[in-house]
Nanobody, 116 residues
Framework: QVQLVESGGGLAQAGGSLRLSCLVSRLPFTNYAMGWFRQLSGKEREFVGYTDWNGGRTQYADSVKGRFTISRDTAKNTVYLQMNSLKPEDTAVYYC?????????WGQGTQVTVSS
């Protein structure tokens, strides 16, 4: 069974940093894009950023551009989301997503809370 497990969430102060990790297990594909999304309670899940299968291409939502960075370690089957200059509006549950040619897979999410 495919598993995506996020870690690294927690509490940070505004202006601080956090790094999220997403470990992918048992995914029977070699090339797939990885993305990060976030969701506030009662709101729709929104796109944060994504990286292609080898980390050579990334794309970010305007709200996080210049502050967040996605990287990928294919040898470790792990994708990271480095979040700097955090703002209270970054508070959300963060989900990683693996997009294959057949379907996509989601992790269980990790809570990020940014205090002002």
């Amino acid at each position: 069974q495919v598993q995506l497990v996020e870690s690294g969430g927690g509490l940070a102060q505004a202006g601080g940093s956090l790094r999220l990790s997403c470990l992918v297990s048992r995914l029977p594909f070699t090339n797939y894009a990885m993305g990060w999304f976030r969701q506030l309670s009662g709101k729709e899940r929104e796109f944060v950023g994504y990286t292609d299968w080898n980390g050579g291409r990334t794309q970010y939502a305007d709200s996080v551009k210049g502050r967040f960075t996605i990287s990928r370690d294919t040898a470790k089957n792990t994708v990271y989301l480095q979040m700097n200059s955090l703002k209270p509006e970054d508070t959300a549950v963060y989900y990683c997503n693996a997009l294959t040619t057949i379907r996509d897979y989601w992790g269980q999410g990790t809570q990020v809370t940014v205090s002002s």
